[in-house]
């Protein structure tokens, strides 16, 4: 599952999003989204979850 996340740290790196999630499931790939022109983090990104219940339990564990 593809979930999208918003409103983080503009300095926060692929590898950070990887650490938070890992405690909700395994395998999570996350890539932040970045400025085209300046290559800086545009505060959101994505992190693949394969199996839903591990998503949802994310979203709800990290959500504040």
Not at 13 to 24: I, L, N, P, W
Not at 26 to 37: F, N
Not at 42 to 57: D, L, N, Y
């Amino acid at each position: 599952m593809n979930t999208y996340v918003g409103y983080v740290s503009w300095d926060l790196t692929e590898e950070d999003s990887r650490h938070a999630f890992e405690g909700f499931g395994k395998d999570q790939l996350g890539t932040i989204i970045k400025d085209t022109g300046s290559g800086e983090s545009r505060g959101s990104g994505f992190v693949e979850i394969p199996a839903k219940a591990e998503a949802t339990s994310a979203i709800r564990g990290l959500s504040s």
